[in-house]
């Protein structure tokens, strides 16, 4: 368990938190940009699900690149669990968050057809913007399972 | 851990997978029962997910009774894992349908108030559907915590 991939203090642990902190980036940048973002409420609970989410990968880059440099160990069970819970809990509000857009696109899009005769609505950078809010819980959900071997391996 | 509230092949664990299987039941029956569910494909998946919900914790639930019964002991490390990996894989898409339902639903009862200036839309019914959804994941969230321990304390 000591070499599992994603682990924290590993290059490929610091890869897979700046891409979590890289693509929720995107999704907000392009959610942003979206003209008219602001009337939905699900579209605004994605804008700070992924804050939150940057905030925690951001600082778990840190970590990790304080660890690669110092040639730190980050694999003891306080921390470890610690990073279960975290990663757990933004995990969960990143899928609640990418979800409940996806819910209005999908009827917006599919069920509506209102992206067809609205073209002024711009539906590309919302479905865009949830679709990377999708790949952030992907990458958190890996993470999440990483620590969750590593707890397991280390109790 | 033995002794866990919520444990395989308890009482607390079939009362709880009984109140997942009841509360996912009812979120089906109260969404079938509302007139023109059928046109959102977020609540036809909603029916979908609760479906397979009903289904694992059933399943589960009959487990249990058979275990309390015979009195046999289901805190196996096979059987265990195979209960976490179901309740996380059940858990994550009972999320996913709740919230996909309920960023609908709050679009319309909130951002766009059609549920005021439509009053035949059943939005009650709908919410009363998404809400019990919620519970069976909260449900699902304890059972998926409970195995998590288990597994942690019997490797």
Redo the contacts between chains.
């Keep these: 368990m000591k070499n599992l991939v994603g682990r924290p203090g590993s290059v490929s642990g610091l890869i897979l938190r700046l891409g979590q902190c890289a693509f929720a980036a995107a999704a907000i940048g392009v959610m942003v940009s979206a003209f008219g973002f602001a009337?939905?409420?699900?579209f605004c609970y994605l804008i700070a699900s992924m804050g939150l989410q940057v905030l925690w990968s951001f600082g778990l880059a840190c970590l990790d690149i304080y660890a690669l440099t110092r040639k730190r160990d980050l694999q003891n069970p306080v921390l470890v669990s610690l990073f279960v819970v975290g990663d757990w809990v933004t995990a969960?509000l990143t899928?609640?968050?990418a979800?409940?857009?996806?819910?209005?696109m999908?009827?917006y899009s599919?069920?509506l057809a209102f992206c067809k005769h609205n073209p002024h609505l711009p539906c590309n950078k919302f479905q865009m913007s949830i679709a990377f809010a999708f790949i952030t819980w992907a990458f958190t959900a890996i993470s999440s399972h990483v620590m969750?071997w590593i707890?397991?391996?280390s109790?």
Excluded at 39 to 42: K, N, S
């Design positions: 009337r939905f409420t699900a969960t899928l609640a968050a979800c409940s857009s996806a819910g209005i999908v009827l599919r069920d969750f707890l397991l391996a109790v």
